[in-house]
């Protein structure tokens, strides 16, 4: 991003990176945590990279309440699986 006064010029990574930012929070205040505890937990499974970035063409064109209504539930289905692969073994 290049600041020049009160304007910028937007990246395509600016676009990315503001996107996730939004979702987290979004996807914390569903889940009732902070977005910081959210974004430990997509960290920790992956899901900034495997889920917001990879898909990141056809989540930024739905609304925000679907992408954290769908971040949220993904998150929670892969810890679920984590959870049950560690119990397994």
């Given at each position: 991003?290049?600041?020049?006064?009160?304007?910028?010029n937007r990246t395509p990574a600016?676009?990315?990176?503001h996107f996730a930012t939004m979702a987290v929070e979004s996807g914390a205040r569903l889940l009732g945590i902070t977005?910081?505890?959210m974004y430990r937990r997509l960290k920790r499974q992956d899901l900034i990279h495997q889920r917001l970035m990879?898909?990141?063409?056809?989540?930024?064109?739905?609304?925000?309440?679907?992408?954290?209504?769908d971040i949220a539930e993904t998150l929670q289905n892969w810890e679920l699986s984590e959870q049950r692969e560690q119990s397994e073994t």
């Open positions: 991003m290049i600041m020049t006064g009160t304007t910028y600016y676009d990315r990176i977005p910081q505890a990879r898909h990141y063409d056809l989540l930024h064109t739905q609304s925000l309440d679907y992408v954290a209504e």
